[in-house]
């Protein structure tokens, strides 16, 4: 039995990211709640910011674009060389001319950060806010971003802001994440001018001002945050910011092939839709194939409908059930709906009416939470 159109919910909102910074490859690396559409849960994005002026009068170790283990670089660290040491940290950190090690990663760098690195108090600091080479340690991220942030390194502020806005480490700030976003944005990272745009669109730490938000993403966007395009591309489309439609699709485009999940599930959304753009099944299915890529959970949900009525894709019922499940199990409650009647007729997994039924209710639960924030929101504007 073939699902009607109305059956299944399309995901039709478009969000903001606010970016982060995790760890890149190359050592000197600078930098949800679901709304509806032009509203802001944080998700992470990262940037290369250009390079900043050390403060005077402190430590501060700017390592070479090509630094990597080396037999040379480990005497010198292991004579106390603050710029080696942390070299060798970073590269057990990255596997860069080494095999991956944390334990190493922590050594070296631990000892060039006591000593005054500023560098690597801020690498720590990165490698302890998630798990993917030591375990998350979220005091331990507070620890070395708020020293780095203190001797003046501004990549730092914007993690330890990051840290202020989640609360996580230090009780929950949104004023103070303001503040060290601003603080960052100052000396044009672009991250940070990206997030206080971001801040005001949303109105967390600030009054909400459109204003504002349109001129921090403005000065982002000639830094070169993709994220910020996609913001204004957003604004002209809604008429909030100057432009126009034509402008605001190339610089939505423009972020989506850079590679920027929330801009990618955008352009599948307006192709399958029509709106500004000619309706195009199979491009929508490939701009949300990338999204789902880069992570866009929203992206999967669509891409699931796609697959189950055969729009610009083959039908295949078991891979729009497997997408629907992953966008479901993240909380996107369009797909929980959608899940739910999957469970409940066997489309592409088993009939299990315990299953529709779960996931019925948290559909349900979920967006009544969705329709509740969207209601308080509006009687705080008015």
Known sequence: MRISVSALTLVTFLSISVMAQPPRSDPDRVANRRTTAFEVPFTNEELV??????????????????????????????FGDLVAQTVIGWAYATGK?????????VRWLQRAAVEGSITAQFCLGVMYMDDSLVKKD???????????????????????????????GVAQDYGRAVQLFQSAAKHKVPAAEYNVGAMYERGLGVNASTNEAIKWYTR??????????????????????????ERGLALIKTAAEAGIADAQFAMGLLLQNGDHLQKDYAAAAEWYERGAANGSNMARANLGHLYEQGWGV?????????????AAEHGVFEAEGNLAIYYERGLGTAVDHDAAKLWRNRASRDQNSAVSIRLEKTVASE
Do not use: C
């Not at 403060?55 to 292991?78: E, W």
């Not at 001319?97 to 990663?105: H, I, K, P, T």
């Not at 996609?230 to 910011?241: Q, V």
């Open 314 to 326: 083959q039908r295949d019922l078991q891979k729009a059930f497997e997408l629907t499940k992953i």
């Open 220 to 245: 982002a966007s000639k830094h070169g945050a993709a994220p910020a395009d996609f913001r204004l591309g957003l604004l002209m489309l809604k008429g909030d910011a100057e432009g126009g439609a």
């Open 97 to 105: 001319g080494v095999n991956r090690d944390a334990a190493q990663a």
């Open 49 to 78: 910011p250009p390079s900043l002026t050390p403060p005077q009068n402190r430590i501060t170790v700017r390592l070479p674009a090509d630094a990597g283990f080396s037999s040379d670089t480990l005497k010198k660290a292991q």
């Open 138 to 168: 979220s005091a331990e991220a507070y620890r070395w971003l708020s020293s780095a942030a203190h001797l003046g390194d501004h990549r730092a502020e914007v993690d330890l802001a990051l840290l202020y806005l989640r609360g996580e």
